[in-house]
């Protein structure tokens, strides 16, 4: 249900063809979790279930699908909107390893097994702060980098700050994963 609630919240901001769906969803902090691999056939229940409308661009070949959102489909947003946001799903397979070799008494491979985590965690922490730069980068800049639809724009007002905030969420978790990783490397010696 969330890939299906995600995509329709999408398509309340802006009508949309699958390709710029899944594009925004891919790029967006928020959002990036989100199965985008689905967006096709997510945009074919809501045409059926009145959700959405299509409209065919027959001005080239392509024939690409645009979809907008219908009254039906406003209402659908409106309710998960105002639907109780879910506490995020705390599942970490680490965990899961590193308490199974204690059971086990297996120290080397729980320290093999940390070891491995921390080095996954720090390239992901710069792939992180490297996405963080290039969009600070373009926001301060008048060069061309193709299109940045997707980048959020230049804040002018307070509630506009919360896709800052959800920007830096992300960075800030594997952070504090990080940090706790260290804290087993430690007990463990490493």
């Known amino acids: 249900m969330a890939t299906k609630d995600s995509v329709l919240a999408l398509l309340s901001i802006e009508a949309s063809t699958g390709y710029e769906l899944k594009k925004r969803l891919s790029d967006s902090p928020a959002f990036s979790w989100v199965e985008s691999s689905q967006v096709y056939k997510v945009l074919d229940s809501f045409q059926k279930e009145g959700l959405a409308e299509v409209e065919v661009d027959t001005s080239n070949d392509l024939g690409r699908k645009k979809y907008s959102i219908t009254p039906k489909g406003e209402f659908q947003v409106k309710l998960w909107l105002e639907d ?10 680490f965990q899961q390893k590193i308490v199974i070799a204690a059971a086990k008494n297996e120290y080397s491979l729980a320290q093999e097994i940390t070891r491995d985590y921390r080095d996954s965690l720090l390239a992901e922490i710069k792939v992180e702060i490297q996405k963080q730069k290039r ?19 230049p804040r002018k007002h307070f509630q506009d700050a919360i896709p800052d905030a959800v920007s830096s969420y992300r960075l800030d978790m594997l952070q504090a994963e990080l940090q706790w990783v260290e804290k087993i490397q430690q007990s463990l010696g490493i």
């Not at 109780?84 to 397979?93: A, C, D, R, T, V």
């Not at 969009?135 to 724009?153: A, M």
């Open 84 to 93: 109780k946001p879910e506490l995020p799903e705390i599942k970490n397979i």
């Open 135 to 153: 969009i600070e980068k373009i926001r301060s800049s008048d060069e061309d980098f193709g299109d940045v639809s997707s980048f959020p724009k």
